[in-house]
């Protein structure tokens, strides 16, 4: 049985960005080769980003945010490739790039922050030493002017005693000290575009709002954009522009980040706005939080049709068979895009499919 399409059935253009876009990706690709055969990781994401904007990505745990990223700037892990599609920075294709050209670009005019500081930095190399180095190899500065932009940076990301950490061990300092070195070291040569991967999940609430803080300003300052990695909606809010919403691989919702809010229209951005934490005013007592059952499924366990079917509270039959395309949403907002049947109607998916044939 068909439910009633939320939104009339009617092809909208999704609306050109209104800066020009400085990253534009295009059906990137992402396979894992696993013990039984080549597992899909990232399936065909397109997304872009317009300079000056930041760009929240969120999902659950395993839905593809980080791989996709680092798939970017040449950082995947062994046995794991991009096997299609494109991403246009600066004129150039960074899928096609050379390892040389991806050297050139990354910790340059992109800089990355990784989830994870204690694998990402150096164990046996001084925090300042790691600071230095792309001051040293984009900028072409001299040691001791390296040495004391490391300072700045690192007082930057408000660091206590900035200088006296300059010759720490990584192991010397703590988790969240760790994660700000990691901050400083992805804004070291002010880049045009900084990919930070969960950047303040091992931070306390009060030193998180400074990094935003940080972030925004910055932004504001340097004109940069900003990819945010996040499993955490409510920090979204005051943050980006936009917001990707990946579900297994795929993009799920993508759409101007107070529309996402206010008319959220897959079921799994409503589960996921539904379990962020509120307080209600009467005796400021927590309302019980509504979860979404189920898991997302493993690489090379997807079903045929839509992704999340499985965990659908709105699945119709056509779920099971057919992938919702990714679409602009009748009667939403401009730029807001979503791949599901009840929303778009299943005869749209249909109609999207077959120029393809
Ligand atoms: N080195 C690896 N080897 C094998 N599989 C991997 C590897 N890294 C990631 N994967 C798999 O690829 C999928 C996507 O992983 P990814 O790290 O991009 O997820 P994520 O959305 O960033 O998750 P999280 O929120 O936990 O960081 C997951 O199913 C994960 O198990
Ligand atoms: S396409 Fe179907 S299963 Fe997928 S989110 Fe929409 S209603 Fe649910
Ligand atoms: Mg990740």
Known sequence: MNAAPAHPVAAVPESAPARPPILSVDGLTVEIDGRYGAATIVDGISFHVAEGETLGVVGESGCGKSLSMMSLVGLLPNRIKVVGGSARFGGKDLIKASKRELRAIRGGEIGFVFQDPMTSLNPVMRIGEQLMEPLIYHRGMKRAEARKRAGDLLRLVGLPGAEARLDNYPHELSGGMRQRVMIAIGLACEPKLLIADEPTTALDVTIQAQIVDLVKSLKARLGMSVIWITHDLALLAGLVDRVMVLYAGTVAEDAPVDALYAEPLHPYTRGLLASIPKLTHEGDKAERLASIGGTPPEPGRRPKGCPFAPRCPARLAVCDDTMPPLLA???????????????????????AAEPAR
């Not at 895009?337 to 749209?348: E, Y």
């Open 329 to 351: 949403a009748a009667g939403a907002r401009p730029g807001h895009r979503v791949a599901c049947h009840a929303v778009n109607g299943a005869d749209r998916a249909i109609a």
